[in-house]
């Protein structure tokens, strides 16, 4: 059971957008900033998004990501079939002084 | 170009030990807080433990906690993950990860715990 919640799943057809949600608590998302991870299959997590809408460099500005409350959400925009990947979000948590993230949603596109 | 690069998995019996490691560079090490994050067979990410800049506060998850020892070299630019008493739930891929929220992952290293 993960501390950040997201969806299992989602898909959608290339070219059009997604959304992942990824719902926390007032400790983690409420009150640090939130970042996201693309897992393509085998590979090791890559930064796509930190401080909840930035982006570093090399991440293509189809991600976007934004923060309200205690709840955070990554946008894909021109859905391409290299996008299919597990999306995490992570963010510290100030009452378990540990970072925690989601469980993971696996993005497919049709 | 910036790496992160983990040795030092492998297969140990429940109750083993096993030390990893992380050899830095392309950054300047001894400024950044540390993690180590990892990634049961079909799991999801697991954040273990992080270290600040100088070595003198570390976080720990409660499930490590007493068994786990996170530490650093500045001087040789690395990390390491001291891991005792090892179980079966503890087999997994482990990631050094730059910062408390990496920035920057390396390609992880294997750990199995079976007899």
């Known amino acids: 059971q993960s501390v950040l919640t997201q969806p299992p799943s989602v898909s959608a057809a290339p070219g059009q957008k997604v959304t992942i949600s990824c719902s926390g608590n007032?400790?983690?998302?409420?009150?640090?900033?939130v970042s996201w991870y693309q897992q393509l299959p085998r590979t090791a997590p890559k930064l796509l998004i930190y401080?909840?809408?930035k982006r570093p460099s090399g991440s293509p500005d189809r991600f976007s990501g934004s923060k309200s409350g205690t709840s955070a959400t990554l946008g894909i925009t021109g859905l391409q079939t290299g996008d299919e990947a597990d999306y995490y979000c992570?963010?510290?948590?100030?009452?378990?002084?540990?970072?925690?993230f989601g469980g993971g949603t696996r993005l497919t596109v049709l | 170009e910036l790496l992160l690069v983990e040795s030092g998995g492998g297969l140990v019996q429940p109750g083993g030990s096993l030390r990893l490691s992380c050899a830095a560079s392309?950054?300047?090490?001894?400024?950044?807080?540390m993690s180590w994050v990892r990634q049961a067979p079909g799991k999801g990410l697991e954040w273990l433990a992080n270290?600040?800049?100088?070595?003198?506060?570390?976080y720990y998850l409660g499930s490590v906690r007493g068994r786990f020892t996170i530490s650093r070299d500045n001087a040789m630019n690395s990390l390491s993950l001291q891991m005792n008493n090892l179980r079966a739930e503890d087999t997994a891929i482990y990631y050094c990860?730059?910062?408390?929220?990496?920035?920057?992952w390396g390609q992880g290293t294997l750990v199995t715990v079976s007899s």
């Open positions: 990860v730059r910062k408390g929220l990496g920035d920057y």
């Open positions: 392309g950054f300047t090490f001894s400024t950044y807080w």
């Open positions: 270290i600040n800049e100088d070595g003198s506060v570390k």
């Open positions: 007032t400790p983690n998302i409420g009150n640090n900033p």
């Open positions: 401080d909840n809408d």
């Open positions: 992570g963010s510290w948590d100030n009452s378990l002084s540990v970072v925690v």
